[in-house]
């Protein structure tokens, strides 16, 4: 029996699967203090209340998917705060369960179901660079082998999923090689669905300088990726990006940018930056282009995904 894509029957549904938007901006708004390497992880520590809720919100906004605050959570990480392997465990597996119950109290109120299909759960899995906390997720710029980047990313990987997330994310990925050896360790998997987003440094090039089109022709031939896109970027990038992937791959797209401001990883602060292109006016001209996964990133907010799920297709059936 062939295991179902579970993104596609909100896609059948409404035409558009309405992503949630930024995690540790959003703890911030609520209190959170994330100046720690371990960044949103922090929290499953000391707040996880706050992640609940804030799972919740994003549900309540129209969001069909939840994601995990693992993004920066890694054994080596923990290791650091004085955890050992099996505390790490527990705490990744805290994270989805954070999810989960957000996600079932929001579903157990009959009013929030109405033409809506029960949102699902991805399991967020950032690049290396995101583990070193100095802004190379979006340079790419680290020096590993194939077999080292495996290691790294392998054991949360097999956790996440034995934990039961609907969906893996790969979420902001600057570098291709990266992207090829973790799409790699899903193979392991069989039965695993992923998606998979790159930071870009323009119109046409993920973050160490590989053509776009080029990434997306190399994954198009992944049967379990349902999705490929890019996330964390300034919204007048999206369009041409988007254009480049249409022409390699049927697969759905996906585009989930930030505020338009820029992080400063040396002072560990966001700059203003071209906020000009606003996601909500947008979201039309990227379902056009293909993009049937659309959301936020850094610094938007619950009120951003409301709107893009009031400016998306209609839903047209329970």
Partial sequence: ??????????????????????????????????????????????????LEAVNHAYLMAGADMVTTATYQATFEGFSKRGLDTEDAIRLFQKAVDIAKNARSKFWEVEANRQGRIKPIISGSIGPFGA??????????RYDLTDEQLKDFHQKRLEVLINAGVDIVAFETFPSFRE???????????????????????????????????QVVAAIDPYEKVAAIGVNCLPAQHVASLLGAAAAVTEKPLMAYPNSGEHWNAQDHCW??????????????????????????????????????REKGPKVTSA
């Fill in 1 to 50: 029996m062939s295991i179902k894509n579970p993104i596609q029957p909100f896609i059948d549904n409404s035409g558009l699967f309405v992503l949630d938007g930024a995690l540790a901006s959003e703890l911030e708004v609520r209190g959170a203090n994330l100046n720690d390497p371990l960044w949103s992880a922090k929290i499953l520590l000391e707040q996880p209340e706050l």
């Fill in 131 to 140: 583990f070193l906390a100095d802004g190379s997720e979006y340079s790419g």
């Fill in 179 to 213: 992207a090829l050896v973790v799409l790699d360790l899903l193979k392991a998997f069989p039965e695993q669905y992923a998606i998979i987003s790159f930071s870009c440094k323009d119109e046409l090039h993920i973050s160490d300088s590989t053509p776009f089109h």
């Fill in 271 to 308: 700059e203003a930056g071209d906020t000009d292109a606003s996601i909500h006016d947008l979201v039309e001209l990227w379902y056009e282009l293909g993009a049937k996964l659309i959301g936020g990133c850094c610094r938007t907010d619950p009120s951003d995904i409301r709107r893009i």
